[in-house]
């Protein structure tokens, strides 16, 4: 047993009762086993056994030693009994039952904190992906990738009968995904897929915190992934039980990107970028009533100036206070970052002048609450974005 946890072995044998709490993955790996694949379930009773049964087929062919892991949220339908008995016939197959606890990516951080093997898994345990993918999965892992997965997106791949409401949602999560986190989601054609392998030495050094479902997002934005390797599979039909998706699932989603949107900023950094957009914004707002009021410029010279000053404030506190230290301080780099910047920041600053002047030319507002509008409305946003578009690889 890892982690110094206890198990508690139930009547029924094999089923291990399991701490509800995130646990560290530890470093430690048995040579014997080499991949462990966790299943998380809840209320799969009427599809786990086929699933083991077809793993445990597929996966001792390869002649790797591995370790089936299932991690059920204690389901009311018995689904850990029937794995139960499952590993009572079959080596290599563990049960553990969570109670206290729910959900899918910390279920699967769970199992993986109770794994053995070098390569950590995840397969859903509906039988909707097909368990002799992860054959091709495990021969995309060679020296230089640290994480395969198997993909929807990519040539065979698919999904076989999905609605176009739920196709719609499913890319529309995933374009969302995209401008919030482009490093991340970007590696791959399928962010959201619930079927990868990952080799354990990038998950051990880092906390993974998943709120929801999307644990593979976790392991991209915090893991230390050098390669990423996708194969194509085609998403089949759940043929029994029900799906667990619903509308708190995509409300989740958003919260975690948002969570990881902002991890590169944590603690003290993350109060400094604050107070950082927050004077940039003061001082926009000075200088433009100084030079509108006082000195009688145009309206949209006078915010364009104001704006651009707030651009280049920042970019400067960002440099010589936030992030000071964690970058590389070269000039060629300051010149990189300040281009990035500025160009990022002056696309919206742009922006920010069309609204100014239709808000005074069609809703005939009066300049100054115009500018106050569009300044509360689109620079926040342009300050957020543009300084993630810019600092992002910047490492401590
Ligand atoms: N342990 C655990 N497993 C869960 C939980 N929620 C879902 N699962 C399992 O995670 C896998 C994926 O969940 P599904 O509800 O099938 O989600 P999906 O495959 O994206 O969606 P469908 O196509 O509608 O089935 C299944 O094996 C579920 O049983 C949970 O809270 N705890
Ligand atoms: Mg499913």
Same mark, same amino acid.
């Given at each position: 047993?890892?982690?110094?946890?206890?198990?508690?072995?139930?009547?029924?044998?094999?089923?291990?009762?399991?701490?509800?709490?995130?646990?560290?993955?530890?470093?430690?790996?048995?040579?014997?086993?080499?991949?462990?694949?966790?299943?998380?379930?809840?209320?799969?009773?009427?599809?786990?056994?086929?699933?083991?049964?077809?793993?445990?087929?597929?996966?001792?062919?390869?002649?790797?030693?591995?370790?089936?892991?299932?991690?059920?949220?204690?389901?009311?339908?018995?689904?850990?009994?029937?794995?139960?008995?499952?590993?009572?016939?079959?080596?290599?197959?563990?049960?553990?039952?969570?109670?206290?606890?729910?959900?899918?990516?910390?279920?699967?951080?769970?199992?993986?904190?109770?794994?053995?093997?070098?390569?950590?898994?995840?397969?859903?345990?509906?039988?909707?992906?097909?368990?002799?993918?992860?054959?091709?999965?495990?021969?995309?892992?060679?020296?230089?990738?640290?994480?395969?997965?198997?993909?929807?997106?990519?040539?065979?791949?698919?999904?076989?009968?999905?609605?176009?409401?739920?196709?719609?949602?499913?890319?529309?999560?995933?374009?969302?995904?995209?401008?919030?986190?482009?490093?991340?989601?970007?590696?791959?054609?399928?962010?959201?897929?619930?079927?990868?392998?990952?080799?354990?030495?990038?998950?051990?050094?880092?906390?993974?915190?998943?709120?929801?479902?999307?644990?593979?997002?976790?392991?991209?934005?915090?893991?230390?992934?050098?390669?990423?390797?996708?194969?194509?599979?085609?998403?089949?039909?759940?043929?029994?039980?029900?799906?667990?998706?619903?509308?708190?699932?995509?409300?989740?989603?958003?919260?975690?990107?948002?969570?990881?949107?902002?991890?590169?900023?944590?603690?003290?950094?993350? @109060? #400094?970028? *604050? =107070?950082?957009?927050? $004077? !940039? +914004?003061?001082?926009?707002? /000075?200088?433009?009533?100084?030079?509108?009021?006082?000195?009688?410029?145009?309206?949209?010279?006078?915010?364009?100036?104001?704006?651009?000053?707030?651009?280049?404030?920042?970019?400067?506190?960002?440099?010589?206070?936030?992030?000071?230290?964690?970058?590389?301080?070269?000039?060629?780099?300051? @010149? #990189?970052? *300040? =281009?990035?910047?500025? $160009? !990022? +920041?002056?696309?919206?600053? /742009?922006?920010?002048?069309?609204?100014?002047?239709?808000?005074?030319?069609?809703?005939?507002?009066?300049?100054?609450?115009?500018?106050?509008?569009?300044?509360?409305?689109?620079?926040?946003?342009?300050?957020?974005?543009?300084?993630?578009?810019?600092?992002?690889?910047?490492?401590?």
């Amino acid at each position: 047993m890892t982690n110094g946890v206890v198990p508690h072995f139930e009547d029924h044998g094999l089923i291990e009762s399991v701490d509800s709490r995130v646990l560290p993955i530890s470093n430690k790996a048995d040579s014997e086993i080499q991949i462990s694949l966790v299943i998380p379930t809840y209320d799969e009773a009427a599809n786990i056994e086929q699933l083991l049964r077809s793993l445990h087929t597929v996966l001792s062919g390869t002649g790797t030693g591995f370790e089936l892991i299932v991690v059920d949220d204690n389901s009311p339908d018995g689904t850990s009994l029937i794995a139960g008995e499952i590993a009572a016939e079959l080596a290599g197959i563990r049960v553990l039952r969570r109670t206290g606890a729910t959900g899918l990516a910390t279920a699967v951080i769970c199992g993986w904190a109770h794994a053995q093997g070098e390569i950590l898994g995840v397969i859903d345990g509906d039988g909707q992906h097909p368990p002799e993918v992860i054959t091709d999965l495990l021969a995309a892992m060679d020296d230089q990738t640290d994480v395969a997965v198997a993909s929807r997106h990519l040539g065979e791949g698919g999904v076989s009968n999905w609605s176009a409401a739920r196709r719609l949602l499913s890319r529309g999560a995933q374009a969302l995904g995209l401008l919030l986190l482009p490093g991340t989601v970007g590696q791959v054609t399928d962010p959201m897929s619930g079927y990868f392998v990952v080799r354990r030495d990038v998950v051990t050094h880092t906390h993974l915190d998943p709120v929801g479902y999307k644990i593979l997002l976790e392991v991209l934005a915090r893991g230390e992934v050098r390669r990423v390797a996708e194969r194509p599979y085609v998403f089949l039909e759940r043929q029994r039980g029900q799906s667990k998706v619903g509308i708190g699932h995509y409300v989740g989603y958003f919260r975690h990107l948002m969570r990881l949107r902002l991890y590169p900023l944590r603690s003290r950094a993350l @109060i #400094r970028y *604050l =107070v950082v957009t927050g $004077l !940039a +914004l003061v001082a926009d707002a /000075l200088v433009f009533f100084w030079i509108f009021d006082s000195q009688g410029w145009n309206l949209t010279r006078s915010a364009a100036i104001a704006g651009e000053g707030g651009i280049l404030l920042t970019v400067l506190l960002h440099d010589l206070w936030t992030f000071a230290g964690r970058a590389a301080r070269s000039a060629l780099d300051r @010149i #990189r970052r *300040l =281009v990035g910047v500025q $160009l !990022a +920041l002056g696309v919206l600053l /742009l922006l920010r002048l069309a609204v100014i002047n239709a808000l005074v030319n069609w809703l005939g507002l009066g300049p100054l609450t115009a500018f106050l509008v569009a300044l509360a409305a689109v620079t926040p946003v342009s300050h957020l974005l543009g300084s993630r578009l810019t600092w992002r690889g910047v490492r401590s």
